[in-house]
């Protein structure tokens, strides 16, 4: 089973060189510390930023540079600022080839529920919503089950949609799968984890394989 840096981990082998990359609120934000050295990669935040690098350590942190969830972040060689007109042009524009976020919820026809618990503060739908309906790459990072132990992979999503039939990938604690006409395709296991203990945390359609490798880390 994977921790959320695992999950970040995983998600990080799916970069591509040359990717330009929006990284969402959560586990998401973690991916940018595992990408491949030997790749080029710029990842864009709706804020305003593009070419954003690893967290800062400890005590290197500048309060003025901040992705779209106010971490604090680092900035690679020639990253730029810009405002959030321009940013949302190039998500809009779909000049994005990789959006990656958190979900409360996925269906298994690819709806995506991540701004909003009815009931419950939130800070807004932020840029998911542009993301979700410009996007044609969109892995979800997510854990499998809620903390009451529940499926947060569902036959139909029970929260407030954020985009309809828009992911394509889901990277969890337990499992990699793909979105396809016949439900969540179960492609990789988490190490340890069995193909009974996935079908068991997963409401949604379930496509098992003959062979489902264990997740190279």
């Excluded at 400890?58 to 060689?77: C, H, S």
């Excluded at 409360?104 to 701004?115: K, Q």
């Excluded at 979800?140 to 009451?148: D, I, L, P, S």
Aim: hydrophobic share 45%; net charge negative.
């Amino acid at each position: 089973m994977l921790d959320k840096n695992g999950i970040a981990k995983r998600i990080a082998r799916e970069v591509r060189d040359g990717y330009y990359v929006n990284l969402g609120i959560g586990i998401p934000t973690l991916v940018a510390n595992f990408v491949r050295d030997d790749i080029q990669v710029e990842f864009q935040s709706e804020n305003g930023v593009l070419g954003m690098g690893p967290f800062p350590f400890e005590g290197e942190e500048d309060a003025d540079i901040i992705n779209a969830g106010k971490q604090t972040i680092t900035t690679l060689p020639g990253a730029s600022f810009f405002d959030s007109a321009l940013s949302f042009a190039m998500i809009r524009g779909q000049h994005v080839d990789l959006t990656i976020l958190g979900a409360m919820e996925v269906a298994d026809n690819g709806d995506i529920a991540n701004w909003k618990i009815p009931g419950k503060m939130v800070k807004g739908m932020g840029g998911a919503m542009d993301l979700v309906a410009s996007a044609d790459n969109i892995i979800v990072a997510m854990m499998h089950t809620n903390k009451a132990g529940k499926s947060k992979l569902l036959k139909s999503c029970t929260l407030p949609l954020t985009g309809v039939q828009c992911v394509r990938k889901i990277v969890t604690n337990l499992a990699v799968m793909e979105v396809t006409k016949d439900g969540f395709l179960l492609l990789e296991r988490a190490p340890g984890v069995s193909v009974d203990q996935i079908r068991e945390a997963t409401e949604g359609r379930l496509v098992i394989p003959d062979e489902v490798p264990e997740m190279p880390i």
